[in-house]
Nanobody, 128 residues
Framework: QVQLVESGGGLVQAGGSLRLSCAAS????????MGWFRQAPGKEREFAAA????????YYADSVQGRFTISRDDAKNTVYLQMKSLKPEDTAVYYC?????????????????????WGQGTQVTVSS
């Protein structure tokens, strides 16, 4: 069982930055693929970013590519999402996800994360 707790959400103006954190309670954190999803009001939960075991590789949704950076600190059992140049359309609840998964293509990694462990989410609101 893996428990995930997100933090770092809040209200920010368009163009601003935020860093989300997700702390995992597991002894096997370094073996997990980690990711971030988001869900805006009235919309389905969508993939945002994923990072491989040990942090060597990452995938991003087209909508956040070049603005968001996912990273991990295995010594702290924590994954981060650094968000820059935020837009009002980035407003959503952001969820951390974890999975015991092979690092394959973006679609399969996203699918594996959806079937894995989830945090409770943290709200990000970007004002125009």
């Amino acid at each position: 069982q893996v428990q995930l707790v997100e933090s770092g959400g809040g209200l920010v103006q368009a163009g601003g930055s935020l860093r989300l954190s997700c702390a995992a309670s597991t002894r096997t954190f370094s073996s997990l693929v980690m990711g971030w999803f988001r869900q805006a009001p009235g919309k389905e939960r969508e993939f945002a970013a994923a990072i491989s075991r040990y942090g060597g590789n990452a995938y991003y949704a087209d909508s956040v590519q070049g603005r968001f950076t996912i990273s991990r600190d295995d010594a702290k059992n924590t994954v981060y999402l650094q968000m820059k140049s935020l837009k009002p359309e980035d407003t959503a609840v952001y969820y951390c996800a974890a999975a015991n998964s092979l690092w394959t293509n973006k679609v399969d990694v996203s699918t594996s994360l959806r079937s894995g462990y989830w945090g409770q989410g943290t709200q990000v609101t970007v004002s125009s």
